[in-house]
């Protein structure tokens, strides 16, 4: 049940999602794996949206070379606070109401069973698809929506994915992309727009409200600002 303050805070929320909807998100927890430039944004607009249990997974510490897109991580983080403390410390002060919990450390085949655990979706905002087809066998094996999302340069791309109605990661992208650099470059701007989409999917998923990117591939193009949907069953 939500309190007077919570209906309060998300008063504007509530006249789109209803008070139902709202309390699925304070009942809900969220997997975000990966607090970079992706992960910023979709942490800070969960928390936002009072999602009430926040798992923050990451295994780095901020550097200088992540400050243009990384916005929850600041100056006084470098080389000293990993990300998922220096993400956990804003966003309590941020959002009182909410619960964040972390797990400093890379996510295996060994580990990842007790990590996300009790998890009702998991958001990808890794940088690598090593991670992200071992999230992909996990969550289709316990049925745990995951939402996906990668960004190079201009570009990025969203989807959603529902164990049993939609293709899995690993069919969508049967070969990680070849030639991929280490770090590679990426417009500041990209890794916000990306990332708050990422978050309506989640919204979406959990309260029921609104159409998913299932079975669709979102891909923007800041480069041109084209926006373009790929029908995943053609």
């Known amino acids: 049940m939500l309190s007077k303050r919570e209906l309060e805070r998300y008063s504007r929320e509530i006249e789109i999602l209803s008070v139902e909807g709202q309390e699925k998100l304070k009942n809900s927890k969220v997997a975000v794996v990966g607090i970079g430039g992706l992960g910023s944004p979709v942490a800070y607009y969960l928390a936002a949206a009072g999602i009430g249990e926040l798992l923050l997974i990451d295994a780095q510490k901020p550097e200088l070379n992540n400050l243009d897109r990384q916005i929850l991580h600041w100056e006084e983080d470098l080389n000293k606070n990993p990300k998922v403390i220096s993400a956990k410390w804003k966003l309590e002060r941020f959002n009182s109401d909410i619960k964040i919990e972390t797990f400093i450390g890379k996510l295996t085949r060994k580990n990842i069973d007790e990590v996300l655990r009790e998890v009702d979706v998991v958001v990808d905002c890794v940088d690598n698809f090593e991670t992200r087809y071992i999230l992909d066998e996990y969550t289709t094996e316990k ?84 926006f373009e949907i790929i029908d995943l069953k053609d």
């Open 143 to 226: 049925n745990i929506p995951l939402v996906h999302a990668a960004i190079s340069g201009f570009y990025g791309q969203v989807t959603t994915i529902i164990p049993g109605e939609t293709e899995c990661l690993k069919d969508m992208f049967p070969d990680p992309p070849q030639g991929r650099k280490e770090k590679s470059p990426i417009f500041g701007p990209i890794a916000g727009i990306i990332g708050t989409i990422e978050v309506a999917e989640v919204v979406k998923l959990i309260t029921k409200c609104g159409e998913l990117l299932t079975n669709k591939l979102l891909i923007v193009d800041l480069a041109c600002d084209s």
